[in-house]
C-alpha cells in the first residue's frame, strides 16, 4: 500500500500522450515480415546538422557501417540550436560513404501544428528536393518532424513513402509498421545505457528490428543529440552483440 502510494504518479498528459502513441501505431499499418534471421539496428539522424555526418557518420564508418539521414531541405546551410546545418556538398559526401538520403519535410514542419493539405504539400516538396539530389528510382524514407503524426497523416503520408519513422519508442517487432518505424532517442540529457542494453537483449530475443535517432554528435550537444563517446559506445555494443547495423532502406530491401 505504501509503496503504491509513494510511486510518482505519471503526469496526465504523459498518460494521455502514451495512449495516443498506442492507437496511432495500431492504426494504418502497413506490415511488412521481418525474415527473423538475425537482429538489426539502424542509426539515424534528423534535420541534420553538420557533426552527425561528419562525426557520427564517421563513427559508423570507422565499423563499416552506415546510417540514415533525413534531410529538411529547407534547413539547408543554416544555424540553428543543433549546430550548422548540412550543405551541399555534405549530400554529396553521404551518398558517396554509403549512408542513406531520406526526407523531413522541406521545411520541417509538424503535421500536428498545420493544415494536412499544408503538411502534404511539404512532405511531398522535401521528398522531391531529396529525390533531385539521390535520384527518384530509389526507395524513399521519411521521418515526421518533432515525432509528431496523426491519424489521418499517416496513411496519406505512408502511401508515398518506403517507410516513414516516428519516435514511439521501442523495438520494432515482426510483422514491422512501414508506416510508423518505432524509434529510440540518443540524447545525452536523457542518456540511460541500461535501456539501451534493455533495448538490445529484446531485439536480440524477437530477431527484430531497433531503430535509433539523434540529431548532432558533439563534444557539447544540443538537448537533442549526443557526444561522440556515447554514440559511438552504442555502435560498438550493437556490433559487438552481433546485429547487422544497417540504413533503413537496406532493411527494407533485405527483407523482401
Ligand atoms: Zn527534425
Redesign the pocket.
Known sequence: MDALRSRPRMPVRHFLGRIRSGALSASNRRELPLDGSEPMVSFTF??FPQSALHVGGAILKSYGACGTFYA?MGLMDQVNDLGRQFCAEDLQSLLRDGHELGS?TFG?LSCRRSSLRGFEGDVWKGKQAVERVAGADRPHQFSY??GHVTFRAKPRVGAGMSSCRGIVPGVNESPVDLNLLRANSLYSRSWDLEGIHTLLERNEQCRGWLIFYTHDVADSPSPFGCTPGEFEAVVRLAVERRARVLPIGQVLLNTH
Open positions: 534528423d534535420d529538411a523531413h520541417h518532424p518533432y
